[in-house]
């Protein structure tokens, strides 16, 4: 399974990105697919997370009303709509999805089995 991110640069402060994740080698239309990030120097942490159904989304509090999760199942893709970005947001935005089929979603690393090589989002002054 390979998944792959995009739609990474650099903004500025207020200013919005879609991310896309494209998954490839596995249909995943049935597990829980999420987007972490990691900015320097910083542990991973999650973000945005939507289960086998669309009605299944789990934000993180910083998340919350500026980013929004969705997928395209027939696609095999997932996005994340990033609004009013701010500073603290810039970091390596990562794709991951989970092995196991209906899963509920999860804000934990450990819980996710396939990753991708990230993107960066950089949210200057």
């Known amino acids: 399974v390979q998944l792959v991110e995009s739609g990474g640069g650099m903004v500025q402060i207020g200013d919005s990105l879609n991310l896309s994740c494209v998954v490839s080698?596995?249909?995943?239309?049935?597990?829980?697919m999420g987007w972490f990030r990691q900015g320097l120097g910083k542990e991973r942490e999650f973000v945005a997370a939507?289960?086998?159904?669309?009605?299944?989304?789990l934000y993180s509090d910083s998340a919350k009303g500026r980013f929004t999760i969705s997928r395209d199942y027939a696609q095999n893709t997932m996005t994340l709509q990033m609004d009013s970005l701010k500073s603290d947001d810039t970091a390596v935005y990562y794709c991951?999805?989970?092995?196991?089929?209906?899963?509920?979603?999860?804000?934990?690393?450990?819980?996710?089995?396939?990753w991708g090589q990230g993107t960066q989002v950089t949210v200057s002054p």
């Open positions: 080698g596995r249909t995943l239309g049935r597990n829980t």
């Open positions: 939507v289960g086998w159904s669309t009605t299944k989304t």
């Open positions: 991951a999805a989970v092995a196991a089929i209906y899963t509920n979603p999860s804000d934990q690393p450990r819980s996710y089995d396939y």
